[in-house]
């Protein structure tokens, strides 16, 4: 399976990106919010990737952090709700909000979803209210508040440092010294440059 995929961004169409590495294009589907996220065409970008798999087709899903990604693993884990309308759903509302209103049982916020209807709304709620409690921690504008980092955004950036070659102590280190300049609405392209600079 692919995890990831690193490269120069290569184009944005409408509902996926294109990203060049090793000479190899990947197209990679993408949420709508994710847009506002990018970098610039021709700027280095990883995306955390879903590979959906079917007998006659391979996709890739694209995220800028590992918690999307897994939140939208774990919305494909519900019945009938497959990877194009996990996309279509963060592509509408962000990860927090979805989880929110999963935890707070809210149907019509669910069904204001296009393609969502009550009785998917009523199997998300059933089979993932248990599940979504550290996604529903993050705000609406899909980060934490200003005085603290995520969890899972912290897990993220410091997976990618330690890719890079630095110790885990390193990467403690720069992460503290850095916290003051990151936060959540960052890519992790963005909150590496930022952390790099205070090694």
Request: glycine share 8%; no cysteine; hydrophobic share 40%.
């Given at each position: 399976?692919?995890f990831?995929?690193?490269g120069?961004?290569n184009?944005?169409?409408?509902?996926k990106?294109?990203?060049?590495t090793?000479?190899?294009g990947?197209?990679?589907y993408?949420?709508?919010?994710l847009k506002?996220?990018?970098?610039?065409?021709?700027?280095?970008?990883t995306?955390?990737?879903y590979?959906?798999v079917?007998?006659d087709?391979q996709t890739?899903?694209?995220f800028?952090?590992?918690?999307?990604?897994?939140?939208f693993s774990l919305l494909?884990?519900?019945?009938?709700?497959g990877?194009?309308?996990a996309?279509?759903m963060?592509s509408?509302?962000?990860?927090?909000?979805?989880?929110?209103?999963i935890?707070?049982?809210?149907?019509?916020?669910?069904?204001?979803?296009s393609?969502?209807g009550?009785?998917?709304?009523e199997?998300?709620?059933?089979?993932?209210?248990?599940?979504?409690?550290?996604f529903?921690s993050?705000?609406?504008h899909?980060f934490?508040?200003?005085?603290?980092?995520?969890?899972?955004?912290?897990d993220?950036?410091?997976?990618?440092?330690k890719a890079?070659?630095y110790?885990?102590?390193e990467?403690?280190r720069?992460?503290?010294?850095a916290a003051d300049r990151?936060?959540d609405?960052?890519?992790?392209?963005?909150?590496?440059?930022?952390t790099?600079k205070?090694l």
């Amino acid at each position: 399976m692919i995890f990831s995929v690193s490269g120069s961004l290569n184009d944005i169409l409408d509902d996926k990106l294109v990203l060049l590495t090793h000479g190899i294009g990947y197209e990679i589907y993408i949420p709508e919010r994710l847009k506002q996220s990018l970098p610039k065409i021709g700027d280095d970008v990883t995306v955390f990737t879903y590979h959906h798999v079917r007998e006659d087709q391979q996709t890739l899903f694209g995220f800028l952090t590992l918690a999307d990604k897994d939140f939208f693993s774990l919305l494909t884990s519900v019945s009938g709700v497959g990877p194009k309308v996990a996309l279509k759903m963060l592509s509408e509302l962000d990860s927090g909000t979805i989880s929110a209103a999963i935890v707070g049982n809210n149907i019509p916020q669910l069904t204001q979803i296009s393609g969502v209807g009550k009785k998917m709304a009523e199997r998300l709620i059933i089979e993932l209210k248990d599940k979504v409690g550290s996604f529903s921690s993050v705000s609406a504008h899909g980060f934490a508040s200003k005085d603290s980092l995520s969890a899972s955004f912290k897990d993220d950036l410091s997976l990618a440092l330690k890719a890079l070659g630095y110790t885990q102590e390193e990467v403690n280190r720069s992460i503290n010294s850095a916290a003051d300049r990151l936060d959540d609405s960052m890519s992790i392209q963005q909150a590496i440059k930022t952390t790099l600079k205070t090694l």
